[in-house]
């Protein structure tokens, strides 16, 4: 599901939108503003630490690839 704040504008949309999602599903619940994590580098950070753990978890990709 991705990144999370307790202080996001939709509040809801993390228990709501995971139901017709096939798969793992993860909340990653961080700190900050909704808009904290378009520019403050924490917040994209903590977002992009988030995702990729989620997709190195659910998606593994071939070393060769990666290289």
């Known amino acids: ?3 999370y ?9 993390p228990t709501q939108s ?3 999602v096939r798969g793992p599903v993860e909340v990653a619940w961080g700190d900050g ?3 904290d994590f378009y520019d403050q ?3 994209v950070g903590f977002a992009i630490e988030a995702v ?3 997709l190195a978890a659910t998606m593994p990709v071939d070393e060769q690839v990666r290289a």
């Open 33 to 35: 503003t909704q808009t």
């Open 18 to 20: 995971p139901r017709g």
């Open 5 to 13: 704040t307790r202080a996001a504008v939709c509040l809801h949309r």
């Open 41 to 43: 580098p924490e917040q």
């Open 52 to 54: 990729d753990r989620h």
């Open 1 to 3: 599901m991705g990144p």
